[in-house]
């Protein structure tokens, strides 16, 4: 059974599963280890606070 793709996902040489973000990987990478290490760090600080109280 083949499925046809919507046309505004064209199958290219990323195919059709691949998100369009991978086309500038190295500055969403960056940005999404930037986003975790600072979550993680958020969450360190509030488990210190709630346990200093």
Known sequence: MVVDLPPDQPAGPSGPTKPIETKNSPLMRSAVMIFAIAAV?????????AVMD
């Open 41 to 49: 760090l958020i969450v360190a600080f509030l488990v210190l606070a």
